[in-house]
């Protein structure tokens, strides 16, 4: 349960809410009940406008009154501290007075209260005449939520009790789903695979899924609401901050090309009760915490590698030698056969047209087009086996279908030698590798378990080795490249 809070002194608020004013108002602004604190002023609409000091509730030049007084408000000079009133008067030579507030209780007030208003029409023009009286008023106290949580809320002790009011409402949760292996949360999920510059979402589809409210099948408890900054940010936005929260899914397009790890920050936004209907634990929800999550963005720049069909279709250092031009792009192509380099072209966008051209004297007889064999870096991490087999630090570029025994090649256990032999392999934990079907006799040489890693992320494989030789334990950790 989170709450909001409410809270009034004890003594010196008002019945009604008011407005106060901290900082020049119009007469004609001004209704009965308002408050003219300090940083007032009065901008009258005519030199005959004039205001009425209470004699029980006023001092002038510090000294109580025996009746109401009254001053033209073209004589006023200054405002002060306790929203003092300084008028210059008519006298030979002039003077000045100060009209100062006096609460209920007899006291120094520093605020008027202004309890009358009258217009007049005179056959000098209009006159506005207000009544005020002195009283002390004591600014509402502020009550807020600490930033980014519904469940704290803090504020000022003033000098004087306090009565705190808590409404509590429900925080907004994310639904649930019942799988085979229990409940699942759906709070927003990071998408994989990502490219920079497309309209590819950051969010996987079907998570950050609100719950119903109450037992409605249609309203929610709220809006989903999204934020993406630099990975490195350790600090929401603020809810109020202007074009940064968003209830549309995220995607990769604002990121650069280069690809990038984002953060993206969420929270639900409590729904209100709906209009005319009194608010419940059933249809109105505060704001959830503010949560993240990280998202590799991967880049958008890819590799075309021309693959010569003969002596002359490429020259390794000079491009335009060869019989084949290559240009990037639609209606604007743009000829990048110079930035050939070693039969590479690199930096060709996801979806950019690519054109082949035979030169002068030259034709197609067939294209082909394949995609390259992706290829991952293998770090490996640790080893639980009774030797020192060297550095176990050492990076090593394995393509996506390898073997076991190459994996133990790169760490320093060789399956080449019979002492080295595999008895078994087994997956003890992680979901970026496959192991297929084993070939050969286990323990003997020349037995084999296909490995194929089918993303980045880390697994650790068990490898039993024939009964002269520990079992290893090899964590390894997966990047693409």
């Given at each position: 349960?989170?709450?909001?809070?409410l809270l009034t002194a004890v003594t010196g608020a008002w019945a009604t809410d008011p407005k106060v004013y901290t900082e020049p108002v119009a007469m004609s602004?001004?209704?009965?009940?308002?408050?003219?604190?300090?940083?007032?002023?009065?901008?009258?609409?005519?030199?005959?406008?004039?205001?009425?000091?209470?004699?029980?509730?006023?001092?002038?030049?510090?000294?109580?009154?025996?009746?109401?007084?009254?001053?033209?408000?073209?004589?006023?000079?200054?405002?002060?501290?306790?929203?003092?009133?300084?008028?210059?008067?008519?006298?030979?030579?002039?003077?000045?007075?100060?009209?100062?507030?006096?609460?209920?209780?007899?006291?120094?007030?520093?605020?008027?209260?202004?309890?009358?208003?009258?217009?007049?029409?005179?056959?000098?023009?209009?006159?506005?005449?207000?009544?005020?009286?002195?009283?002390?008023?004591?600014?509402?106290?502020?009550?807020?939520?600490?930033?980014?949580?519904?469940?704290?809320?803090?504020?000022?002790?003033?000098?004087?009790?306090?009565?705190?009011?808590?409404?509590?409402?429900?925080?907004?949760?994310?639904?649930?789903?019942?799988?085979?292996?229990?409940?699942?949360?759906?709070?927003?999920?990071?998408?994989?695979?990502?490219?920079?510059?497309?309209?590819?979402?950051?969010?996987?589809?079907?998570?950050?899924?609100?719950?119903?409210?109450?037992?409605?099948?249609?309203?929610?408890?709220?809006?989903?609401?999204?934020?993406?900054?630099?990975?490195?940010?350790?600090?929401?936005?603020?809810?109020?901050?202007?074009?940064?929260?968003?209830?549309?899914?995220?995607?990769?397009?604002?990121?650069?090309?280069?690809?990038?790890?984002?953060?993206?920050?969420?929270?639900?936004?409590?729904?209100?009760?709906?209009?005319?209907?009194?608010?419940?634990?059933?249809?109105?929800?505060?704001?959830?915490?503010?949560?993240?999550?990280?998202?590799?963005?991967?880049?958008?720049?890819?590799?075309?590698?021309?693959?010569?069909?003969?002596?002359?279709?490429?020259?390794?250092?000079?491009?335009?030698?060869?019989?084949?031009?290559?240009?990037?792009?639609?209606?604007?192509?743009?000829?990048?056969?110079?930035?050939?380099?070693?039969?590479?072209?690199?930096?060709?966008?996801?979806?950019?047209?690519?054109?082949?051209?035979?030169?002068?004297?030259?034709?197609?007889?067939?294209?082909?087009?394949?995609?390259?064999?992706?290829?991952?870096?293998?770090?490996?991490?640790?080893?639980?086996?009774?030797?020192?087999?060297?550095?176990?630090?050492?990076?090593?570029?394995?393509?996506?279908?390898?073997?076991?025994?190459?994996?133990?090649?790169?760490?320093?256990?060789?399956?080449?030698?019979?002492?080295?032999?595999?008895?078994?392999?087994?997956?003890?934990?992680?979901?970026?590798?496959?192991?297929?079907?084993?070939?050969?006799?286990?323990?003997?040489?020349?037995?084999?378990?296909?490995?194929?890693?089918?993303?980045?992320?880390?697994?650790?494989?068990?490898?039993?080795?024939?009964?002269?030789?520990?079992?290893?334990?090899?964590?390894?950790?997966?990047?693409?490249?």
């Amino acid at each position: 349960m989170t709450l909001a809070l409410l809270l009034t002194a004890v003594t010196g608020a008002w019945a009604t809410d008011p407005k106060v004013y901290t900082e020049p108002v119009a007469m004609s602004q001004l209704q009965v009940g308002d408050i003219l604190a300090t940083g007032f002023s009065l901008t009258p609409a005519s030199y005959l406008d004039v205001i009425y000091f209470d004699a029980n509730r006023s001092k002038q030049d510090d000294s109580p009154m025996d009746s109401q007084w009254g001053v033209s408000l073209s004589y006023i000079k200054s405002y002060g501290e306790n929203a003092a009133m300084t008028f210059t008067t008519e006298s030979d030579p002039p003077s000045d007075l100060t009209a100062t507030p006096v609460d209920a209780n007899g006291n120094d007030g520093n605020a008027w209260v202004v309890t009358s208003i009258t217009n007049n029409k005179t056959p000098m023009g209009d006159v506005c005449v207000i009544y005020v009286s002195g009283t002390y008023y004591e600014p509402p106290i502020t009550v807020e939520p600490v930033s980014g949580k519904t469940n704290e809320w803090t504020f000022t002790q003033p000098g004087s009790d306090v009565v705190l009011t808590p409404i509590y409402a429900k925080a907004a949760e994310f639904a649930t789903e019942s799988t085979s292996s229990g409940v699942t949360l759906l709070a927003p999920a990071a998408a994989e695979g990502v490219i920079a510059g497309t309209d590819a979402p950051l969010i996987v589809e079907g998570t950050g899924i609100v719950a119903f409210a109450g037992t409605s099948n249609e309203d929610t408890q709220g809006t989903v609401m999204y934020a993406v900054t630099a990975a490195t940010a350790t600090k929401a936005p603020e809810l109020d901050a202007a074009d940064t929260w968003s209830a549309d899914v995220p995607t990769a397009e604002d990121v650069a090309d280069d690809g990038a790890e984002v953060k993206v920050w969420y929270y639900i936004q409590g729904a209100d009760a709906p209009q005319g209907v009194a608010a419940t634990l059933d249809n109105t929800f505060n704001n959830s915490d503010i949560a993240s999550l990280n998202v590799t963005v991967l880049s958008n720049k890819f590799d075309l590698t021309l693959k010569a069909a003969n002596a002359n279709t490429i020259d390794a250092t000079d491009a335009s030698k060869g019989t084949v031009s290559v240009k990037v792009g639609d209606a604007a192509a743009v000829d990048k056969t110079e930035d050939i380099t070693n039969g590479k072209l690199t930096g060709i966008k996801m979806g950019s047209e690519v054109k082949l051209n035979a030169k002068q004297g030259y034709k197609f007889r067939k294209v082909e087009v394949k995609k390259k064999e992706k290829t991952y870096t293998i770090t490996p991490r640790n080893m639980s086996v009774s030797y020192d087999y060297g550095n176990l630090t050492n990076e090593a570029t394995l393509p996506y279908n390898t073997t076991t025994s190459e994996l133990m090649k790169k760490v320093g256990l060789s399956s080449v030698n019979n002492s080295y032999n595999i008895q078994s392999v087994s997956l003890t934990s992680g979901s970026n590798v496959t192991l297929g079907t084993p070939t050969g006799t286990p323990g003997q040489r020349g037995y084999e378990v296909p490995l194929t890693i089918t993303g980045e992320g880390e697994f650790v494989l068990t490898v039993g080795r024939t009964s002269n030789n520990d079992d290893a334990t090899i964590k390894v950790i997966v990047r693409a490249n």
